[in-house]
Each structure stands twice: as structure tokens, then as C-alpha cells.
């Protein structure tokens, strides 16, 4: 199945700085990979997503990159503001078992230090 | 749309009770979840329905769990017995399709004491 690793698993920035969090997934079929916001008390809500026919995707200050020859892709969040604060999640589909749902990443705290 | 709805938002249990969690999906989304998390295991998905029809249920941990999901409005999952073990927070959520955006509800607290 599907292994996603997820690093680091905190990160805290200074405001207006930037963050950059970054997965590695295991199965080479997966197509679709979505990243997922956790504010404290509340669902996991998707920030952005991207699928492999692209390498890189924006809205505003959020932009995903993915690298399918190396099976890894990044959120970069710019110029933080203390709202950004929350845990992350990558994802990426488990393809190779037939399953097709979404293995998680085990998510980042990022903290942004007004 | 109000969202997904998840009810209780907390339940409080001793060990050996019957635990039943409930959900309303968005209306007109064929697909729905449910996951649990954890701080030792995060977001693990338990199973998975796609127009009322359970697809893969192979995250679910063991027989004292079960899912079902009677009509496209609304979906349980139960534990019995439940045990220590099973305290976490657990989340349904709904999707128009198996690789699109997931909404997610304000999930369950569960603890089983």
C-alpha cells in the first residue's frame, strides 16, 4: 500500500516568513495529492491540491510543487500571518492495492510567532 | 449546505458499552468515510462508501467495529464492546468523488473509560 512520510513534524516561523513542508510517497501510480489544513477542535479542510499532470500549482500565497520522478511534493506557504497557525496534512491515493483512498501524511504544527 | 453533521460531538463511555456514531454527508455526494485519529497513529481511514455501498473496509480495526450506511443521507459507525483503546476523535466526511476534495465534519470525541 501507499506509505506517505511527512517532514517536519513541527515548524514554527516568524510571521511573514515563509514555511515549507515536504512528503514522500512510496506508490508511483498515485495521481492525486491534496493538502489538508487542522485548525484546532475543527476537520481537516483542503488548502490546495494538485494532480500529476502538473508540476507546480498556486492560489494566492499557497503553491504546491510535485516531483513525480522523485515521489515527493512540497506546500510552501508565503509571507506567514499568525492564522496560518495550524497542523498540516499531505496526502496521496493508495493506487497498487486497488484501494484508491487517501493515505495521510502524520501531519506538521506549524506555528507562525507574531 | 450546512456541511457534514457528526453527532455526538463528544461521548463519554465506560469500557464494555455499545458506542454508535452518526453522520450526514453533503447532500449529492456519492462518497463517504470515516476516519479516526490519534496522536500516536494520526488520520487513518476505517472505510470508505461509495453510493450507499461499503468499498473497502480493510482500516477497520477489528470485528467490535462496524459501519453502515442505509440510505445517501446518513451513515453510522458502531463499537461493541468498546474499550480504552478505542478513545479518539473520529470524522466522517463526504466527497463527490473518490479523488476530489473531501469535507470534512467536526468529528466525534470519543472516550471510553
Known amino acids: 500500500g501507499e506509505n506517505v512520510e511527512q517532514h517536519p513534524s513541527t515548524l514554527s516561523v516568524q510571521e511573514g516568513d515563509s514555511a515549507v513542508i515536504k512528503c514522500t510517497y512510496s506508490?508511483?501510480?498515485?495521481?492525486?495529492f491534496p493538502w489538508y489544513k487542522q485548525e484546532l477542535g475543527k476537520g481537516p479542510q483542503l488548502i490546495i491540491d494538485i494532480r500529476s499532470n502538473v508540476g507546480e500549482k498556486k492560489d494566492q500565497r499557497i503553491a504546491v510543487t510535485l516531483n513525480k520522478t522523485a515521489k515527493h511534493f512540497s506546500l510552501h506557504i508565503t509571507e506567514t500571518q499568525p492564522e496560518d497557525s495550524a497542523v498540516y496534512f499531505c496526502a496521496a491515493p493508495d493506487m497498487d492495492t486497488g484501494r484508491r483512498a487517501l493515505t495521510f501524511g502524520s501531519g506538521t504544527r506549524l506555528q507562525v510567532q507574531p | 449546505d450546512a456541511g457534514v453533521i457528526q453527532s455526538p460531538r463528544h461521548e463519554v463511555t465506560e469500557m464494555g458499552q455499545e458506542v454508535t456514531l452518526r453522520c450526514k454527508p453533503i447532500?449529492?455526494?456519492?462518497?463517504l468515510f470515516w476516519y479516526r485519529q490519534t496522536m500516536m497513529r494520526g488520520l487513518e481511514l476505517l472505510i470508505y462508501?461509495?453510493?450507499?455501498?461499503?468499498?473497502?473496509d480493510s482500516g477497520m480495526p477489528e470485528d467490535r467495529f462496524s459501519a453502515k450506511m442505509p440510505n445517501a443521507s446518513f451513515s453510522t459507525l458502531k463499537i461493541q464492546p468498546s474499550e480504552p483503546r478505542d478513545s479518539a476523535v473520529y470524522f466522517c466526511a463526504s466527497s463527490p468523488d473518490r479523488e476530489a476534495e473531501q469535507f470534512f465534519g467536526p468529528g466525534t470525541r470519543l472516550t471510553v473509560l
Open positions: 462508501f461509495n453510493n450507499n455501498v461499503p468499498i473497502d
Open positions: 447532500s449529492g455526494h456519492d462518497y
Open positions: 506508490d508511483s501510480a498515485s495521481n492525486y
